[in-house]
């Protein structure tokens, strides 16, 4: 409440000059200065001169460049946009002149968008993505977040990366039952307004609550897929017909490759146990001497709709949990070969595996700076920890971490939290999104059977996918670096997801910069200048004697870390300077027409 007449003319003179003229100083203390305040102000980058100290000690001017004989002193009044030192200050700034408009929708942020607080607290329902929170049983807070796709919709089911939320079958349950709940506690009478109801609000209720069951619906048919270990391949190959086993084992080729007797005792000891493996299939590097990953192989063609494998319940290594499921498995690889899963696990040994989380501390340091954080932060311990609120398992010893990382890099997830090593199965290497060739279906108290969803020729790898395809995921939980097109994620400086799609092209890259269809990405300026802070952020964080290894630090893990950091800033220096051609107009619409050239990503990289 202010208490000046501003009718008085020396009282509006006052308000005047103290708007124009003062200073602010700590505490909210506000400052007339004299002579500081008979400075003139200067464009950003162009001011002489600055004011040091506060109002309980003493302020001082100083000057930060050379000052010539009969030169002004300048000082910069802060945000020096046109409409704002005429308002404030009463002047036409000089040149460069900068320039601020609307354009005809304003958009503000209210905080948390949360659709219950933004009906609650603003009366409308807000715009796709939806962030939809419940509670579980427990009280616990779930959130996860709605996008709206030109077919359909896609979901975040952790989008604020908590804990409690990593596990997706406690997503689902917990979903599930919520939704009972709200379906169980309809208002008697919701279906025919009473007459001492507004009507608008009665629409305004019915119309919450049919998008709130709606959300939860479509959700739970998202989880259910992904729980089943089928994800959106489910929906897309629910056509396929499931062929008969096309012929007995002893049709198999002749093995000749450097696997032969490891592959030969696991396929043995699948079909001695009621299982069944396609004799069209081996396991092997495959004939292109410049892929040197192990997989699954055709022999001969494999057909739409055949099976590959069929593997039942009493082969699976399961565990009630993630840390049972590595306690299992820990204690059969102690065993060695009185195990009877000794087969599985002497070819699985093989998988020469080291992810970041069994890394030192200042290993994973190597990868701070980027996106998401706790790469270079979280260790196996903490992530036990995590998956099983207290992790029993010791993870200074060799076995169990071990045992740990091939459960995270290698396991499924089915219903009831069960956590399974399948045989085989977890021999098929990753596609990218929609170059996968084959789908796993059952569970673990029936039978995993996975079938080719597409026609396989002779000597083809078969893929299946492994989710999410962004290349922080694939590299911190699986080990290796993604195929193209790399889906490349990072955070604005408010903390909201960016991502974008990287193709590689015959002679340089394209580009998809909004490929979950969310709203706030539809603006490429936005992304531009948050693409290009976070590239300066990367660059700026880079740990202290990165480019010479640390005689500490195993050479290996130096590598992948350096490549890692490498492949991450490559991408963003060219996804920054695509962008920088269409935010300056260069670009046209059709994004093939502007590649950018190999030679020239041959000397970023030189530059890198």
Known sequence: VCNLDMSDATNLHSFQLVKARAAAGKDDVTCMIPLFDAINHAQEGNENAVLMGDYDEEFTVVAIDDIDENHQLFDSFGDNAVHRLFHEYGFFSQYPRLWVFEDHEVFDSFGDNAVHRLFHEYGFFSQYPRLWVFEDHAGEEIRFRMYELEEGYDFDFNPHNLPNQHNISYVYDELSKHLLTVLATEPLGFTQRSPTISSTRYAVALKFRQEYIKALEIAIQHLLLRVKGMSDLSKKYSNIEVQERVSQPSTRSPCFHEYCDKQNALFEWVEANGGYVNPKLELTTGPDPSWKVRGVFATASISHGERIFQLPPNLLLCGASYCDAVNSLSQELSKG????????????????????????????????????????????????????????????????????????????????????????????????????????????????????????????????????????????????????????????????????????????YDFDFNPSNVTHQNNINYVYDELSKHLLTVLAAEPLGFTQRSPTIISTRYAAALKYRQEYIKAFQIASDYLLRVVEGDTLHEKSEVPISQHEVNWKENEL
């Not at 890099?409 to 999104?433: G, V």
């Not at 893929?463 to 080990?479: I, M, P, Q, T």
């Open 337 to 508: 070969p009185a195990s009877f899963w000794w087969p599985y696990l002497n070819i699985l040994e093989d998988h020469d595996i080291d992810l970041p989380i069994a890394w030192t501390d200042e290993e994973r340091d190597l990868l701070s700076g980027l996106h998401p954080s706790y790469m270079a932060k979280t260790g196996a311990q903490e992530i036990c920890d995590m998956y099983c609120n207290v992790c029993n398992l010791d993870m200074s010893d060799a076995t169990n971490l071990h045992s740990f990382q091939l459960v995270k890099a290698r396991s499924a997830e089915s219903k009831d939290d069960i956590i399974c090593m399948i045989p085989l199965f977890d021999a098929i290497n990753h596609a990218q999104e929609g170059n996968e060739n084959s789908l796993i279906m059952g569970d673990y108290d029936e039978e995993f059977t996975v079938v080719a969803i597409y026609d396989i020729d002779k000597n083809q790898q078969l893929f299946d996918s492994f989710g999410d395809n962004a290349v922080h995921r694939l590299f911190h939980e699986y080990g290796f670096f993604s195929q193209y097109p790399r889906l490349w994620v990072f955070e604005d400086q408010s903390g909201e997801e960016i991502r974008f799609r990287m193709y590689e092209l015959e002679e340089g």
